[in-house]
């Protein structure tokens, strides 16, 4: 499956908010990326899931998209892709 094109920044600002009130599953941890926003560490495939929440009222499963597909969506929404440390 392909990541929902509906999904804004917006969206994803959203949902790093809610992460931030909620934390990250350990099960859901990245393992080489991650999201650099306001000084802060997200793993991205979580970023979109949740995004998709807000565009479309449900969370993505991580099986539905690929880590190949959720950098270029979220560098294509302005926002900062870095490995990580």
Known sequence: MLIPMNI???HVVSALNWIDKGGIPLDRRSRQWDLLYDGKRYPPKYVISVANRYANRHELSPDEFTIHQARPYLKRLG???????
Do not use: A
């Open 8 to 10: 804004t920044s917006q």
């Open 79 to 85: 926002f900062k892709i870095v490995p990580k440390r």
